[in-house]
């Protein structure tokens, strides 16, 4: 990631003396820039890193969404993983239940700050930034919305002009408006303008700019195919007729650089050694990849050396053989009982003998080389992910160029490919990948059988990804894959998989008036079971 500071407290420093008519340059607080001097592209950086910030680690993704949607099983109990794999609370879970609002609040407070600076300083030059702003902007209000369902929108970001209780905006509304967002505001960028200095994601390359502006539009119009598939067709096809993405190379991710203090959250949790321990990939993962014969499987997957205390040292990689894989079910633990590893399924035994016995020890983790390294980037949307979206929009009939065949072999086949990036380990060749899709090509005998076919792919590009997020949206709009819930003891949803997350603990103090209006238009209220209007 570029270095860049983002704090310019000792760039302007005030003269101080003299008498009672320097009163106004006396009371300035000489470590504050004001907003004529400040500049806005510095701000840039924070903005699209707070995204990933928000949406890896112990913000939330991991510990819940990852195992929600059954990427990832855990046998411990108890345990942090506890929410996600068991609907468990731990001691802890409110705190992490807040993190993607604060977090992507934050980030998206950024983005606005850049647009305010600008507009306060009426600088005309600065469209390219403004523009690029507002896009990362949405991007973060997007992922709010999507966790918790109505939330602030029209009135958010504004507590520097007083607006300390803003009202939650529908969830309807707040689609509707970004798109229309979007589909303003990309037209206005230009390569011809000034370019962004600081941008970590594309260097300030406008072009890629305006493909990303056009893939989040895809993202977001898809998203509605339930709630409102004629706003979600006539934008898809805006997406598409503006040009969303087309090759790997405009895949959207920040490299993280770990000496600079910048670590990928994901791979930060993973290498703490309870993490490690007793993190596995999730059971109809491993099983769709065998049976399909994919390439991906020994590149994601390992089996941990025999006993505990191999399996707990990272730099001893594991076998990832890909006949000797096996997933994790969930809703296990190691405590003696009914449910209780040992007892599960087709439980492939443990590793080790006597006091180093690893009862998980041939249950497969995410290979180390890929995904440990505190450097490894972050992804936020790529061009596998768009495929696979233009392939279903095509199978609904939807006028996106392509048919839903060839899109799915592109998005396939950019899947494959773009493991390539973490850490530059084992990529997949475009010629393995581009065979690979042509040998297990989309069927298309019937519309359902096309769209349970494309939307396993995505729950699979982009659990793999680590974009835990993004396929627990994409689960919950598609139906994609059947997963069976867990009802372990204690669970906080009935044994129902969780729809969203709760508000944050705060906020019926906070914001109380508007929470409470906001509580009302949930079906059964602020529990985790409760569908966003999206999710019908």
Known sequence: MRKTWLSISSIFLLTLG??????????????????????????????????????????????????????????????????GDKYVASSNILTYDASIWNDAYTAAGEAYTIQSLIKTN??????????????????NLELVTDTYGDCPYTQALQGASGVSEPVYDSQQSIYLSMLAKLDSVIPTLSAGGVLPTNDIIYSGNIAEWQKFGYSLMLRMAMRLTKADAADAQTYAEKAYAGGTFSSIADNAYI?????????????????????????????????????????????????????????????????????????MPNGYDENGGATDISNAPGYPGGTGVGGDF??????????SAVYLALNTPGFILTYAETELLLAEAAARGWNVGASASTHYANGVA????????????????????????TAYPLDVSSQTNSLAMINMQLWVTMGTLFDFSEAWSNWRRSGYPVLTPVNYVGNFTGGVIPRREIYPSSEPTTDPVNYAAAVKNLSGGDTWISHVWWDQ
Request: proline content about 6%.
């Open 358 to 367: 690893n009862p998980t020890g041939k249950y497969s983790r995410p290979t």
């Open 122 to 139: 009426k600088d005309a030059t600065l469209g390219n930034l403004n523009g690029i702003a507002l896009i990362v902007q949405l991007l």
């Open 255 to 327: 490299t993280f650089d770990h000496t600079d203090g910048f670590s990928n959250g994901n791979s930060s949790a993973l290498q703490v050694e309870e993490d490690y321990s007793e993190v596995r990939w999730g059971q109809q993962l491993i099983s769709y990849l065998k049976t399909n014969n994919d390439p991906r499987l020994p590149v994601i997957a390992e089996v941990p050396r025999a006993g505990l205390d191999s399996a707990s040292i990272e730099s001893l990689a594991g076998d990832d053989t890909a006949s000797h894989q096996n997933g």
């Open 414 to 437: 950019a899947a494959l490919q773009t493991y390539g990036t973490f850490n530059g380990t084992t990529p997949i060749s475009a010629a393995t990948a581009t065979t690979y899709a």
């Open 18 to 83: 003299g008498c009672t008519k320097n009163f106004t340059a006396i009371n300035t607080d000489p470590t504050q820039a004001s907003a004529s001097v400040y500049d806005p592209d510095l701000l840039l950086p924070s903005a699209e890193l707070g995204y990933l910030g928000a949406n890896q680690g112990y913000s939330g993704p991991i510990l819940f969404q990852s195992m929600w949607v059954q990427t990832f099983a855990s046998a411990e109990f108890p345990t942090y993983y506890s929410n």
